[in-house]
Every structure is written in C-alpha cells, then in structure tokens.
C-alpha cells in the first residue's frame, strides 16, 4: 500500500464511525452487536491476501460522486441504507483501481459483508421484524395445533392451554437478522466462493434466517409450556440468539455444502 491509500483507508475508517456512531439504538446484546462489527474483519480477511498493483490508476470520478451522493442523502434523510451503499461504493472504487484480476473478482462477491457492516437493517427496516413475529407466531400455533395443544393467536401472541405466550421484540429476530446473514454469507463464500452459485444461494440466506429464527420461536413456546414462561424468559431470551446463529451456521452448511461438490473446479466468478 502507499501513502494515498492510507490515507484513503483512514478517511473510509471514520466515515464508517459517523456512520456507526449517528445513531447507537442498534447496541443490544453481544449476539446481535458483535457479528456487525466483526463483519468488516471478517471482509478483510476473506479478501486475503491483499496485493495492490504498483500501477496509480485514478478514481472512477462516477463512483467517488455516486458514494458521496449517496452517503450525503442518506444523512440528510436518516437513512442508514443509504449510508452503507454510499460508503461501500466508495471502497469499491477504491480497491477497483488498485486491484485486478482474479482478486479483484473475489472481491466483488465479498462486498456483501461491508454492506452488512452497518446496522441498516435494525434501524431502517424495523417492519420486517413484525412480519417475522407474526409469520413465527402462525406457523408456531399451526405445530402446537398439531401436538394436540389448544391454541388462539392474537397478532404476534399466542394462547395456548390458557398460557399466554407473547412473540414480544425480543423473538422478532430483526436484530439477529441481519447476524444471520452475516453467519450464512460465510459459509456461502467458503463453500461457493468461486462458483457462480454463490449469487443464487444469497435469496437462500434469507429464508434460512426465517426458518431459523421461527425454529427459535417454536423452542421458546415449548419451554415456556414445559417449564414456565419465566424459564423461557431467562434462558432463550438471553442465550437465543446465540442459538439462532449456531443454528445459521449449521442450515447454512446443510443447504450450501451439498452444492460444493460440483462446483469445485468451476472458478466462473
């Protein structure tokens, strides 16, 4: 690297803390927080190793406008979206011009986890984790029906056997959500890093988030109707988010890695 892209590379670095630190509601639990801010490491060091050519090329000025036309919108309008594309933009225009080849291609399919880097999801798409509750809580009663449990739902809370269960915030998964995609993208890039097929396994990473998150749904619903909604409370609700991303983890490796085999030699980028 030379002195410009260390300079560069620091101007990128507190852009990312503005961005970060302008609005701290996305700080909860050490399941929902670490994954974001390890997202940028984990994009390092997948990109590994690093090789700037010697070559000094100049800055798309169309991308340098569109990241800063972009990362400007999304402040005057709150959007942390629009922020995260902006400042993602601006790195790729960077690594564009000084890198190229095969490295350069890989690190296209990597710009997943920088985009992930910033919270935009909790902050700007607080809806979806409803249609996450509302969705885990039918399909919870439809399997509490079928074991023979008396259930009513009501929105996002259910009753079962008298017992009121409540889908609260906590089970609406649109913090862990955006952990999970970050979990899943890994395993995607591991497995089918060099393989066309990790551009259609990315829709996949999604429906795997929700089954993951209604199985942890399920599990909580069970444990409050076997030991106490209290039990259910304390442990899942503390530990269940853990759970889900292990769960991630394991769907993401069960669904990914049977493709893997067939993709080994393919390096169609």
Same mark, same amino acid.
């Given at each position: ?41 984990i994009f390092i060091w997948l990109g ?20 800063? !036309?972009?990362?400007? %919108? ?7 979206? &629009?922020? +995260? *594309?902006? /400042? ?103 497995? !089918?890093?060099?393989? %066309? ?7 996949? &990473?999604? +429906? *795997?988030? /929700? ?16 030991m106490g909604p209290e039990f259910a ?37």
């Amino acid at each position: 690297m030379k002195k410009i892209d260390y300079i560069i590379a620091t101007i990128l670095f507190f852009l990312l803390l503005f961005i970060w630190l302008g609005d701290l509601a996305w700080i909860s639990t050490s399941d929902d927080t670490i994954p974001i801010l390890v997202s940028l490491p984990i994009f390092i060091w997948l990109g590994s190793p690093w090789h700037f050519i010697d070559e000094n090329r100049p800055l798309s000025k169309i991308g340098l406008c569109l990241g800063a !036309l972009l990362s400007l %919108i999304g402040v005057l309008f709150g959007s942390t979206l &629009l922020m +995260a *594309i902006g /400042w993602t933009t601006l790195l790729w225009t960077w690594l564009k011009a000084r890198l190229e080849g095969e490295p350069l291609q890989k690190i296209k399919k990597l710009l997943i986890f920088p985009l992930m880097t910033f919270p935009w999801i909790t902050l700007d798409f607080n809806q979806i984790g409803w249609w996450f509750r509302l969705s885990g809580a039918w399909v919870t009663s439809m399997i509490l029906q079928f074991f023979g449990y008396e259930v009513q739902q009501m929105g996002t809370n259910l009753v079962v056997n008298g017992i009121l269960i409540s889908i609260d915030v906590a089970c609406a998964g649109i913090n862990t959500l955006q952990s999970m995609l970050i979990a899943g993208s890994v395993i995607n890039f591991v497995y !089918l890093g060099n393989s %066309i097929r990790y551009w259609w396994n990315i829709p996949v &990473l999604v +429906a *795997i988030s /929700w089954i993951a998150n209604t199985l942890r749904i399920i599990a909580i619903c069970f444990a409050a109707l076997a030991m106490g909604p209290e039990f259910a409370v304390d442990l899942f609700h503390n530990w269940g988010g853990w759970a889900v991303l292990v769960l991630m983890f394991g769907l993401c490796w069960a669904v990914i890695s049977i493709q893997e085999p067939n993709s080994k030699n393919n390096n169609n980028y």
